[in-house]
């Protein structure tokens, strides 16, 4: 292993179940007793040899990359990512434990260590709670639970996510990325810190904002119709050029949940979006 400059760990780890689950450096949770994944630091491989998959990466509206997986001699598998620069590796058959080469700054080491704990924590939330993660920015909703806004890449998420908080229809933003949706209507969320051990949340969705190039003003939504919606945004985590469990099945949304439509990247729509979420408290 080798420790990036400014930066005191070199493995972090993944411990315990559900909504559970706990995620943090290895000084503090390497001896629990359900270390479930590892994510450590390691030296780059300059002879990655030969290449036996490719994996197209389309981040919405912000570039495309190829991202090859070579096999080295020992049989361990290294994926080469352009767009960081930097190689993540893995025994065969595992994905829940990781290598990960530094960076010359150990900020961005940090970086390159919470992606992969993200994408070791979203499967592992996922398989546990028989659920599947959606693209969604969430904040603590007035009443309890949780108010999800849902869409793709750039779509304004939280551009909207900021009015409503500013309008005080919602809390503090708890997840900006992935959380899991559960067959219970619960969205679960684990994101790794750089420092801190950091524990999974699990709270009811009971509102959820759909922004959708299809709509073109805002309104009510049924659940069937939000399920559909979901099933078809991309979903940006576990990350797909990253070897995971097998998926579960999206859940369906909760019958009792508010659902509203809204068009994409429009400051105007959040007047009509409010009064919908206010009518439906």
Known sequence: MTRAPGDPDEVWCVADRGAGMLVGPHRALGSHPNVRGRVGLTSPVADLGPVVAEFTVAES?????????HVLPGGRMVAANPAGGNQVSWQPGGDTEFGVTPAPDGHLTSVY????????????????LHGRSVHAVTAGRAGGGLLAVC??????KTRLMNHL????LAGDVIDDDCPVL???GLLATLVPRRY??????CLPLRALV???DRATDVHLLDPGSAHR???RAPMPWPVPWLPGPHRPGLPDVPADVVVVAAPTQDEGAFAAVAALLSAGR
């Open 151 to 156: 869409g793709p890449t750039r779509a304004g």
């Open 182 to 184: 559960t067959p219970d």
């Open 229 to 231: 919606f979901l099933e």
């Open 61 to 69: 509206g912000v570039r495309e990359f190829v991202v090859p997986w």
């Open 196 to 201: 801190e051990v950091a524990r999974a949340s």
């Open 165 to 168: 908080i500013a309008a005080g």
């Open 113 to 128: 260590v919470r992606f992969v704990l993200r994408h070791v924590t979203t499967a592992l939330l996922e398989q546990d």
């Open 210 to 212: 759909l922004l959708s």
